[in-house]
């Protein structure tokens, strides 16, 4: 299992996973416009060079980041490299708050809150009849220039 960032010969692959697990376009990330944004950065996970996932991570601040979007492969999802996928990301990032939303009626709000995400609040309505929840993560690693 191997997590990069991803580059533009990845851009069509990622576009068939996001097709896979989002229904409605208007939830798919955009990867060629999100590639040239300085603001966003694209992580991908692969095994044997078989891309299977992506996060897409959006930089608000200097310690505060969105997580925009994230797609493991429907033969890949329950085998826990979600989990692993995501939490490779938050360690790397000692010291940072993530937020995200994510709909109520999607699985990935366990995998969330079982990553240590933190829900925030609900925005009613935000998916047409359905609610968004508003999740965070903050931890501060002993040692850090913060704890």
Wanted: include cysteine; charged fraction near 30%; hydrophobic fraction near 35%.
């Amino acid at each position: 299992m191997k997590i990069r960032k991803a580059e533009i010969r990845d851009l069509n692959v990622l576009k068939i996973i996001s097709n896979e697990q989002f229904k409605n376009e208007n939830l798919r990330p955009k990867f060629k416009l999100l590639q040239k944004d300085a603001t966003y950065q694209i992580k991908i996970i692969e095994d044997g060079g078989i891309i299977f996932g992506y996060i897409v991570i959006k930089y608000l601040d200097k310690y505060l980041f969105d997580i925009y979007s994230m797609a493991i492969k429907q033969e890949y999802q329950g085998k826990g490299y979600g989990y692993k996928f995501l939490r490779y990301i938050l360690e790397s990032s000692n010291g940072h708050k993530f937020n995200l939303e994510v709909s109520e009626e999607n699985n990935a709000k366990y995998l969330y809150l079982k990553c240590g995400f933190k829900i925030d609040g609900i925005r009613k309505g935000y998916y047409g009849k359905k609610d968004a929840i508003l999740m965070s993560y903050y931890v501060f690693k002993p040692g850090s220039e913060e704890s």
